[in-house]
């Protein structure tokens, strides 16, 4: 019988209101107590592991990632994924469905969660797509989904366009009891723009993707929601009038939630001037004005998760050879000549993010913009809630999937040193404090960076 004790950290277990030094004790895989300090005795041959000056909390969880697998190697695998989710804490991640064949099946569903049990590291809860190959035209069966394993439905990257699809899919997806999860997005007004349509975009003379493109469907999704009773989860929120529209939703009494990304809060549109396409992504990075306004919304509660939207890209993907001399982060780039701003508009979206969000989420503890406690709420319990999985708690008899994080440790982000497969990151070089040193899955460690240069 396998047991781990961790002694004397600061237990951190919003569901329960516990904020205190305790000691946790799990065996066999099932957390069995959080108990003052001595009073559990530790079964003969149990791991014990000091954890003072720590955090102890329920495993995080991230519940947008993307790990290209099955289909994009190059980029991801769901070892590598799920390797790079256990070190950045992450016991749990929803994988998307925009792989390669798209997850509209429950074979691959299957396919998804052989290979992460084959990784014996992180767990991956398998995202349903809504409609057939992300097409938008027909709805999957969202009951064979669900039985394969799928808890969450989603299209991202893709929004879903036709409203008679999407309100059947809110009111099957309902009745279920899962959450449908919605990239906002009014392809007629986005334009498939690159940079947040404001100075940036002028400055480097690029396509511009407008605050309204996201506003519009997001207006539009929670109508709908409202009208079919359906729970709703609102992905990668970025801008203001957005999060107006979630505030006044749920004043009506609709079941929305949103998730924010670290980029989005971490940074404005400038820093495209600087990381060029490892700054891209959709969602753009939005006005300085707009991320002010999703601080506002952690501190005041609106924002329920913080989600990576982790999404790795090899250097072709990103055309980072061919516009390597117009981007330079230690000065802001020049206009683009025509053909540059083209391959810029073409470059994939998106960051990766497992190794840096807690890192980066750790800064609102660190300015008091939120106390841990909140903090684990969106980043493990509000996480769990969304996925209806049975994690986020340190109940006794709950699965022993824990983090232990130490808030002061104080490291440089240097994407060379990734478990990912790619480096795709806007904050190389960042220095963060407060980094997962311990990921422990179903009561077995999975991560150790205690020695912290692992
Ligand atoms: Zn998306």
Redesign the pocket.
């Given at each position: 019988m396998k047991s781990i004790l961790l002694r004397g950290g600061r237990v951190i277990d919003p569901a329960n209101r516990i904020d205190g030094t305790f000691d946790v004790l799990a065996i066999d895989g099932k957390i069995v107590s959080v108990a003052p300090r001595g009073a559990s005795a530790a079964p003969d041959g149990a791991a014990i592991v000091d954890a003072g000056r720590c955090w102890v909390v329920p495993g995080l969880i991230d519940v947008?990632v993307h790990l290209r697998d099955p289909g994009f190697p190059r980029k991801e695998t769901i070892q590598t994924g799920l390797r790079a989710a256990a070190a950045g804490g992450f016991t749990a991640v929803a994988a998307?469905a925009n792989t390669k064949p798209v997850n509209d099946s429950p074979e691959i569903t299957g396919y998804m969660l052989d290979r992460a049990r084959e990784a014996r590291t992180a767990r991956l809860v398998p995202v349903s797509a809504v409609t057939r190959n992300l097409e938008g035209r027909e709805n999957v069966d969202y009951r064979a989904m669900a039985k394969a394993g799928a808890r969450l439905f989603s299209d991202?990257?893709m929004p879903v366009d036709d409203e008679n699809v999407l309100a059947r899919a809110m009111r099957e997806i309902a009745a279920l009891g899962y959450a449908i999860s919605l990239?906002e997005?009014d392809r007629g007004l986005s334009c498939n723009g690159a940079v947040n349509a404001g100075t940036v975009a002028a400055r480097l003379g690029v396509t511009a993707y407008p605050n309204i493109a996201e506003a519009a469907r997001v207006r539009r999704d929670l109508a709908l929601a409202q009208e079919t009773g359906a729970a709703v989860h609102i992905?990668?929120v970025s801008t203001r009038e957005s999060l107006d529209l979630v505030r006044e939703a749920r004043r009506r009494g609709a079941h929305v939630t949103c998730e924010v990304t670290p980029h989005h809060m971490a940074l404005d549109e400038s820093a495209v001037l600087r990381w060029g396409p490892n700054a891209k992504m959709?969602?753009p990075l939005r006005a300085a004005h707009d991320v002010a306004a999703l601080h506002d919304a952690i501190a005041d509660g609106l924002i329920d998760i913080i989600a990576t939207?982790h999404a790795p890209h090899d250097p072709e993907s990103k055309h980072l050879g061919q516009l390597a001399g117009f981007f330079d982060t230690r000065e802001a780039a020049p206009r683009l000549p025509a053909h540059a701003a083209g391959l810029f508009a073409d470059c994939a979206n998106g960051v990766v993010g497992l190794e840096t969000s807690l890192g980066l989420a750790m800064d609102l503890v660190h300015r008091s913009l939120i106390g841990a406690p909140r903090l684990v709420e969106m980043m493990s319990l509000n996480p769990a809630r969304l996925l209806r999985i049975d994690a986020g708690t340190l109940t006794a008899g709950a699965p022993a999937d824990i983090t232990v994080i130490d808030p002061n440790f104080d490291w440089t982000v240097e994407p060379e040193r990734f478990r990912s497969k790619s480096r795709n990151t806007p904050f190389a070089g960042v220095r963060l404090l407060g980094k997962a040193i311990l990921t422990i899955v179903d009561g077995e460690i999975v991560y150790d960076g205690r020695s912290g240069d692992e």
């Open positions: 947008h998307m991202d990257g990239h997005e992905a990668h959709n969602p939207d």
